[in-house]
């Protein structure tokens, strides 16, 4: 595996633009591989990390880890305070509103319902020349994305709850679509990039912004999409 892409880096913390498809950390979900996100920039940088906070393994972009265990807990009580800023972007099937409060709780998988709140903001839209379905052509929004709680998989349902879902999901995209995406442009990456972060430093208490540029296949697919 080539080395991660540092962001930024410190001697308290160091952010990383993850890439899709590698899991942050050792997780019963997926047993299914030997390679990770905090053992790689470990073994990168020559010292133990410790994650702040999680991204999807399917999500890429600005991923923190504190270098100490004392600032891992300060990082972490901003994200559990709320008091951290993050922006996502996405691209989703069909035409989003403008702007958009999503206030919907959901349940997380030891059956907790807690409420969920996602802010969306549409950057550009495109209707290409593909037919689907019933339809002569195909409709598609790149979307900037807030979520103000953090709950399992929240941008994800909430896309999914309104209509919209994230291009390469599963499961809780459209089969159909990811279908299309496949066979017509061999795209099976889900298109969901954690852009932003922006959040207080732990020791000097500066105001911080983290960006993380999209993967390549990201970029493709605003290409082919017309989004660009």
Known sequence: MK???ILYQDEHLIAINKPHGLLVHRSKIATNTEVYA?????????????PVHRLDRKTSGVLLFALSSENNALLQNQFAENRVEKVYLSIVRGFTEKEKEIDYALTNDSGKTQNAITHLH??????IPVPHGKFSTSRYSLIEVHPKTGRFHQIRKHMAHIFHPIIGDR???CNKQ????????????MLLHAESLQFTHPISNEPMVIKANWSEEFERSLQFLELK
């Open 38 to 50: 905090l053992q790689v920039l470990r073994d990168q940088i020559g010292q133990k990390v410790y």
């Open 171 to 173: 499961p809780h995209g």
């Open 122 to 127: 549409t950057l550009k839209q495109s209707e």
């Open 3 to 5: 080395p991660l892409e």
């Open 178 to 189: 990811n279908k299309l995406f496949k066979e017509k442009w061999n795209m099976m990456t």
